[in-house]
């Protein structure tokens, strides 16, 4: 899913397309250990 989501942001940027992400994949980072690994990635919001 990670890789999908760069491959979208990268299409967007080649076709000038400003755009950013807010939520799901671009959020894990932050949160906390115990609850990262119980989020479960299933789809993209575009």
């Given amino acids: ?3 999908r989501c760069g491959q979208v942001q990268t299409l967007f940027t ?3 397309v ?3 992400i807010f939520k799901g994949q671009a959020n894990l ?3 906390p ?3 990262s690994s ?3 990635s ?4 575009i």
Avoid: A, T, V
């Avoid at 299933?42 to 919001?45: A, L, R, T, W």
């Fill in 1 to 3: 899913m990670n890789e």
């Fill in 14 to 16: 080649k076709q000038g």
């Fill in 18 to 20: 400003r755009s950013c």
């Fill in 29 to 31: 980072p932050f949160y």
């Fill in 33 to 35: 250990s115990e609850l």
């Fill in 38 to 40: 119980l989020r479960q």
């Fill in 42 to 45: 299933g789809d993209i919001d």
